[in-house]
């Protein structure tokens, strides 16, 4: 078989005038991606770096845009719902003229930009943990088992579940789950209440993982600090339903359903071409896109990532490889789509080979 050259990775994009390809944030960076050859397939592969935002028509970047944690999330959350922010900016994106000294299109444009450094780092922390896979799977396996234990211990202990038949998604498994303060008894399980909240399904004849309900806020076991976060969670519903399971197919998408939260709305807003109406009918971005990386940063998505890079070898060795928002009427969902890497060469002991993206 001839040998394949790798190309190197293109310079770091001026912000100023982003290049059409983006690359690596930092020389340091690249280095640590390279070192082995899993890492330097991901590299290859993926590319990867952070990308700005590029239309002309929207309004300039905010200077120091706030970071998108939980305190920001909650203070936007109240001036999109109380303020009318979202109407009105949903006025401004309809006559293409956003103005530049408006604070509603200032606020959201912040939290987009904030989004999007916030979403580059969870997309650098899903290439590593990818080519470290790669790179030596059982050391990957290894590394993570006394987390892995603790985690199911946890679950066991602070969440009570009911698994059914799921009536909106047909063929699915559903499973709702609520946490606990206190330990239960699984000889007799504390009743759920009224809206559990992880409430989610499992399509095992397709891979598809459906999440129409997840409120971390609600989990008195985060609450008292004794919880999981919701990727966890919904890790552990997975491995509670599959169980018992003839062939299930590998996870191949995520489907973050009816999408209420407000801060992912509006980096939807901003996301979306300019010659549409707000997350109206459905749109797809890759890795290269800023739009990917902005949605990458928003809790809707970043749940996605946090439950690959945490199960990279349990899930296959996969990476997202496009986020799509699909808005039909009330219908608004963001997909989350994985693509498994095939690694064509030995693990860390022969220090040979290349991989590439499966169809």
Partial sequence: ??????????????????????????????????????NRAVAELLGGGLAVQRAKTRAPNVPNPKPANSKENAELQMRVTLGGMADEFQKLYARK???????????LKAYYDAAVVKGDKIWKA????????????AEFTRSRQAERVANAHAFATHYASVVSDSARFPGATAISSSGFANAVNPAAPPALGQDPPYQNAFDFGTGAVHAPHEYATKDAARLAGVGLKNSEVIWQQYQMTVQGVNSPAPISKFVSTDVVNEPTKAVLLIAYDDDVAPWHGQREWGPKDPEFKALLGTPNVGAAAYMLIDHMDEMGGMTISRIRAVANGADRNIEIIYRRVEPLFEPRESRAGQASLSS
Avoid: C, I
């Fill in 126 to 137: 899903q290439m590593a943990a990818l080519g470290s896979y790669l790179d030596d799977p």
């Fill in 1 to 38: 078989m001839a040998a394949v050259r790798h190309r190197p990775p293109a310079p770091l994009p001026d912000h100023a005038a982003p290049p059409a390809r983006a690359a690596p944030a930092s020389a340091e960076g690249v280095l640590a991606l390279q070192r082995t050859a899993g």
């Fill in 97 to 107: 003229k956003p103005q530049d000294n408006n604070e509603g299109f200032q606020w």
